[in-house]
DNA sequence: GCGACAG
DNA sequence: ATCTTGTCGC
């Protein structure tokens, strides 16, 4: 036993520096055929969670599998390691597909960190899936609001070096914040989460893992 | 010393 | 993240 899962904010952050050397901002020659949004939801009193990951037809959006899993927080929450907390979960979910997905969503940030290493590039590296990350609010790094028709972005910033997109995905709707987790350009994600929103602020993969988790814990299995 | 702080 | 009622806009 190598490595145990952190237990204390220093093991944490000394786990995150070790592995953002395995980020490759590199993007795929071929576009994902299937994507997959990733979500937990949890329990009010109890220390229960559900796990979920949805997995769609990157053209037309319709889902081809699905997964869900109870688990536990595998950390408490600190922000900066929000990773800790749920990626055990997560990895059972993603174990439990019949397929493997082109492109992983996660519901959080990925560059725009700290340490450049938020949720999506630790599920990235440790998948090796190709990963990226959509936050619904700023973590860190300097940034200036979009303009306001979808597609409108502006870059978010950490010592001069861009680090993602804050995307407005629909007119005058509040923007998301998109940075890269592994296998994939500041660039590339933006565009990829801009084509899984057509609608909707959010990625339908990640409106579909948070519907699938929430159900999940709600009672119902499908 | 005082704010900021993914989900 | 979760707890919460009504309210505003499409
Ligand atoms: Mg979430």
């Known amino acids: 036993m190598s490595d145990a899962w952190p237990t204390t904010v220093a093991e944490a952050e000394a786990e995150q520096d070790r592995l953002r050397a395995r980020v490759d901002l590199t993007d795929s020659p071929a576009p994902p055929r299937t994507v997959a949004g990733l979500d937990v939801a949890y329990a009010d009193g109890d220390e229960r969670l559900v796990a979920a990951v949805v997995v769609l037809d990157a053209a037309t959006l319709a889902p081809v599998d699905e997964a869900v899993t109870i688990g536990r927080p595998a950390f408490p929450y600190v922000p900066g390691l929000f ?15 019949t397929t493997r997905p082109d492109l992983l969503v996660c519901d959080g940030h990925g560059l725009a960190h700290p340490r450049r290493f938020g949720l999506a590039c630790h599920l990235g590296v440790l998948t090796g899936l190709p990963a990226l990350g959509v936050g619904k609010t700023h973590l860190t790094g300097e940034w200036s609001m979009p303009g306001e028709r979808r597609g409108d972005a502006s870059p978010i ?20 914040f998109v940075s890269p987790g592994h296998r994939i350009s500041v660039a590339g994600a933006t565009a990829q989460v801009l084509a899984l929103a057509p609608r909707f602020r959010l990625p339908e993969t990640t409106r579909a893992a948070d519907h699938a988790c929430r159900a999940a814990l709600a009672g119902r299995t499908r």
């Open 83 to 97: 990773a800790f907390r749920e990626i055990p979960a997560l990895l059972d979910a993603l174990d439990r597909l």
């Open 157 to 176: 910033t950490l010592d001069g070096v861009t680090v993602g997109t804050v995307l407005r995905t629909q007119d005058r709707v509040r923007p998301v």
